[in-house]
């Protein structure tokens, strides 16, 4: 059960919509594109939603730490972090965004004790926003009534696997000896455990590096959808890990 005070999805989907109403128009505008120590790709979109999102975090729930992609990727990642803070990527999918497709996402994810236990993400070519609140995931459109989301069930003969942009064939080909379905597609970005969540998708298995601030807030729409993300051997995936920097390792999310 949620506790009242970290039922905060649809505060944060209010701010991750504003962050879209910013970003949408410099997409496709011929950006400026700046590598950064990594060599992955920022733009003026990540800069600017960024600032909005800290901004109206602070406002609205001040004195709760946040940890942030740009800030982090300029600055480091704290030592430590204690049990209450805010993971937020203003603008997941920065290839995408630069290549002009649409498949980006602004996310807030609220992390406790090292669980996500409220989110918000929204991707703003279709205006599609999901949220937690009251316990479950719910979905809405340009700021329109909001709709319950949930995973689907398991069906072999059927089930389609989100994969990455970069994948190859023959990796592919491994994930679906491992765990068994029938179709894949590729799609950048935290909208892959969006997608499972609403029932359009079934797994993703990512054996790769991420950021935590890649998927917190999806993790919590996925699992208030009724779907689970773990580690590959089925431990529970947690958050904070300031010793490694906020980094990820593998993990699956599944739908039903």
Request: proline residues 7%; negative net charge; glycine residues 10%.
């Amino acid at each position: 059960m949620t506790h009242p005070e970290n039922d905060l999805g649809e505060a944060l989907a209010e701010i991750c919509e504003a962050a879209a109403d910013l970003i949408l128009p410099l997409w496709r505008s011929g950006l400026a594109v700046i590598h950064k120590k990594d060599a992955s790709p920022v733009t003026e979109a990540d800069q600017r939603g960024e600032a909005l999102i800290l901004a109206q975090l602070a406002a609205r729930f001040p004195g709760v730490p946040v940890i942030s992609e740009e800030d982090a990727s300029e600055f480091g990642t704290p030592d430590a972090i204690g049990p209450r803070f805010f993971l937020v990527d203003p603008l997941d999918g920065t290839k995408a965004f630069v290549r002009g497709d649409p498949s980006f996402t602004v996310n807030i994810g609220l992390i406790e004790n090292g669980q996500s236990v409220a989110g918000a993400v929204v991707a703003p070519p279709t205006g599609e926003a999901w949220y937690t609140q009251g316990g479950q995931a719910l979905k809405r459109v340009n700021r329109g009534a909001s709709q319950p989301v949930r995973v689907r069930p398991w069906d072999p003969a059927e089930a389609l696997a989100l994969v990455s942009h970069t994948a190859r064939e023959e990796e592919i080909e491994r994930l679906r000896a491992q765990y068994g379905f029938a179709r894949h597609q590729p799609m950048d970005s935290s909208i892959k455990l969006c997608r499972i969540a609403e029932g359009a998708a079934d797994i993703y298995p990512r054996h790769g590096p991420t950021m935590e601030w890649d998927v917190a807030a999806a993790q919590a729409v996925l699992e208030a959808a009724g779907g689970r993300m773990a580690t590959p051997d089925g431990a529970p995936f947690l958050y904070g890990k300031a010793g490694e920097g906020f980094r990820n390792g593998w993990f699956v999310a599944r739908g039903g």
